[in-house]
């Protein structure tokens, strides 16, 4: 399997802002660990290490490049 960029949901946009509204209230001790929280899960819910690893590179790059990663998305 391989990862995958596009979006997968019918409003990317909610998506994004559920995540967004799930760290209001906490402090960012508290919304880094639920970002870790969270990408433990997920990562778990993938179940692949090659994709786990192809995503890793993905947000690696990211925080090099962050214009990049949106056009990455994109295609």
Known sequence: MALSTASNFAKPDDAFRMIVEAHRGFDDAQSADLDAALVLILANHIGDLEVLGEAIEL?????????????????
């Open 59 to 75: 947000a690696k790059r990211s925080l090099a490049n962050p214009g990049k990663q949106q056009q990455q998305q994109q295609q």
